[in-house]
Every structure is written in structure tokens, then in C-alpha cells.
């Protein structure tokens, strides 16, 4: 009798214990997204990320982001922020996304047109510093810092002398490349396409000159050089959604913009896709619908 009750006390006490780590493994995913559990919690924090993509993206929360954006256009605000002391004007948001998408395409060679104070392109090579230290680190090997693998190619009509001063001094100025011209010129368009052939994964960031009949030239001239799977990500389509006559000195707007360019550029061409998952992630975005994938 004894040995019988002594079992049921043992599985008693073996099923609260069970039951007490599930409950804490599940508070913890609701509070405070752990994801160090096993594999079946880390798939439902990934569901629980989903649905609430999903719930953010309705009317009234754009509509909500929308003010807020032109609201905070209006003082610059996105002037703000720098990347390792290089001005980047950008959302933080954005800059996020855009280390999401690194980190996930993992490319040797990201293009980009328009490169102001020069934080994005530091933010750019920063990250690509940071893929082959881990793949170092993985396959054990030594890394030589001034001999990188991964480049970033800028291209801009005109450099400030103190920007190409404080890139070239750069711990990351052998990982960038520059040239100085405008992004549709011939000239400057075959350069590209000859230097991106030693490359096997290109991406490209669209960010130069806003107004809609730069950037569709820009999107014939260089959304060829981005690999199946990569991304063209075109800056400040945003333009578009806000009220009328907001860039009007600036020569783009509401049917001039970016997002402009966009719309004509994937009526004839179907290679490409606008990835709504991240901007529906973000809210807060320059890109909006400008996070083009490339499908095909």
C-alpha cells in the first residue's frame, strides 16, 4: 500500500513541475518575447510576432503614422541620428530594416545612390564587416580587416571635401568604393555594371536625386545588377503620401515621387515585388512600398 501511494505522490509531484515550466515558458513568451527555449516556444514567439504584424496593420494605425511622420518631417527629424558618428539621415526604424535585410540576403556587394554625410554607406560596410567577422568566426579562420571580401559601391553627383576626408580616414575605407558623378549617367552606369560582375549577391539602396523621372532611370539602370532573392530598396517613396505641395520647391511630391517611379517601373517589369511584410512591421518608414524583392 505503502510503495502504491508513494508512486502517485512521485507522479504528482512530477506532473506540477511539468505543468509549473510550461506556465513559466509561456509567461515568458506573452511578457517579455524570450526566445532561449526550445525549438516549439521559438516557433510560437515567431506566430505571436506575426499576428501582431498583423494587428498593427489597419487604416487607423497608418493614418496615425502618417501625422506623426509629417509631423515630424516638417523639424527634420531624421536628421537626428548618426551611425559610428557619420550623419545617416534615416528613420532608426529604417536602419533596422535595413539590418534585417543584410543579415538575412547576406550580400557581397550593396550599391548605393546618394551618399550625403556618408552614414549610410559606414552603416553599410559596418555591416558587411560584421558578416565575414561571423563567418570567421564559424569556419575558424583568421580575418585580415584590410582585405575585405564584401564591398559597398556609393555613387553621388557631388562630395562634400570633408565627407571624403572622414570616409578615407574610415577604419572602413578599404570596403568602400566611390564614384563621383550622377547615378544616371552613362559613364557612371557602365562602372557599375562592370564592377558588380566580380560580385555574386548584389543589393541595392536607391537614395539620390527624388524626383519620379531620376528614379525610374535609376530603377532601368540598376535593378538588373540585384540578385534573385536580394533587394532594391528605394528611399523617401514616402513622399507620396504626404499632403499636397509638402517638396514642392524640391521638384517632387505626389505623383512625382519615388513611389512614382515605382508604380512605372513594375507595370513593365515583373522580376520584382514590393515586400509589404516590412513596412506592416516597421510603420514608421521612408521606404513605404519601396522594399523591392527581386523574384525573378
Not at 29 to 39: A, K, R, S, V
Not at 119 to 138: D, K, N, R, T, V
Not at 258 to 277: G, H, M, Q, W
Request: charged share 25%.
Amino acid at each position: 500500500m505503502w510503495v502504491f501511494v508513494g508512486f502517485h505522490v512521485i507522479v504528482y509531484f512530477y506532473n506540477v513541475v511539468i505543468i509549473s515550466k510550461l506556465y513559466y515558458n509561456l509567461l515568458q513568451l506573452n511578457f517579455y518575447g524570450n526566445i532561449d527555449m526550445d525549438e516549439r516556444i521559438y516557433k510560437k514567439y515567431h506566430e505571436n510576432y506575426e499576428k501582431r504584424i498583423d494587428i498593427q496593420n489597419n487604416e487607423n494605425m497608418w493614418q496615425k503614422t502618417f501625422d506623426w511622420m509629417f509631423d515630424k518631417s516638417m523639424w527634420k527629424y531624421q536628421y537626428n541620428f548618426d551611425w559610428c558618428n557619420f550623419a545617416i539621415v534615416q528613420y532608426p526604424q529604417d536602419i533596422i530594416a535595413f539590418e534585417e535585410l543584410i543579415y538575412t540576403v547576406k550580400p557581397d556587394l550593396i550599391i548605393e545612390t546618394g551618399i550625403s554625410q556618408g552614414g549610410s554607406l559606414i552603416f553599410s560596410a559596418s555591416m558587411l564587416a560584421m558578416l565575414e567577422y561571423e563567418e570567421a568566426f564559424e569556419n575558424n579562420e583568421l580575418l585580415d580587416p584590410k582585405n575585405p571580401r564584401r564591398m559597398v559601391l556609393g555613387v553621388d553627383i557631388k562630395l562634400e571635401s570633408h565627407t571624403k576626408k572622414a570616409l578615407s580616414e574610415s577604419c572602413h575605407s578599404n570596403r568602400i568604393k566611390i564614384l563621383e558623378g550622377s547615378s544616371v549617367d552613362a559613364s557612371i552606369i557602365k562602372n557599375v555594371h562592370e564592377y558588380s560582375k566580380t560580385f555574386n549577391k548584389v543589393m541595392v539602396f536607391l537614395d539620390s536625386h527624388h524626383r519620379a523621372t531620376h528614379v525610374i532611370e535609376e530603377l532601368n539602370n540598376y535593378a538588373s545588377i540585384v540578385s534573385l532573392g536580394s533587394y532594391c530598396v528605394v528611399g523617401d517613396t514616402i513622399t507620396e503620401y504626404m499632403p499636397q505641395g509638402s517638396y514642392i520647391s524640391r521638384g517632387w511630391g505626389k505623383g512625382k515621387s519615388p513611389k512614382t517611379a515605382i508604380d512605372i517601373f513594375l507595370k513593365e517589369n515583373d522580376s520584382f515585388e514590393i515586400d509589404t511584410k516590412i513596412q506592416n512591421k516597421l510603420l514608421i518608414t521612408s521606404c513605404l512600398n519601396g522594399f523591392l524583392k527581386r523574384i525573378k
